[in-house]
């Protein structure tokens, strides 16, 4: 027997997304116009409330997705080559390990492990 769903077809991951991705020039940042998490990243809920696998995946990983064909692995970091959080340009996107990522960044902990891999291959 075929079970038959209620309500509406459910949309696919990629036209839930890009209506939420304000599309710019191919070398601007095209910022996220829905939600986002403390940290200022996009987020997109995945998955069904009806099987309970719903769960909020952050929208840069979506874009990593949608360009490429395949998700980012498990526990790579995607890196916001322009800083900007919101940003979903794939061009401005790239899959680094997380001490990459953390190397990469501004601020304090990008400044520490900065000088640590400087004191490292310098013999200081």
């Given amino acids: 027997m075929i079970k038959h769903m209620k ?17 710019r ?11 986002c998490d403390t940290y200022g990243y996009g987020q997109l809920s995945v998955g069904s409330t009806r099987d309970n696998t719903a769960r909020p995946v952050r929208a840069h990983r979506i874009a990593l997705f ?5 998700w980012p692995k498990k526990g790579s970091h995607t890196d916001h080559l322009c800083h ?5 340009n794939p ?12 190397k990469r960044g501004v601020g304090q902990v990008g400044d520490r492990i900065r000088a640590r891999d400087l004191k490292l291959h310098s013999g200081i």
């Fill in 7 to 23: 309500g509406p077809i459910p949309k696919t991951i990629e036209d839930r997304y890009w209506p939420k991705v304000d599309v």
């Fill in 25 to 35: 020039g191919p070398d601007e940042c095209w910022p996220w116009k829905a939600s």
């Fill in 66 to 70: 949608l360009a490429h064909g395949y």
């Fill in 84 to 88: 900007n959080p919101p940003c979903q």
């Fill in 91 to 102: 061009a401005h996107l790239e899959e680094v390990t997380p001490r990459e990522n953390m």
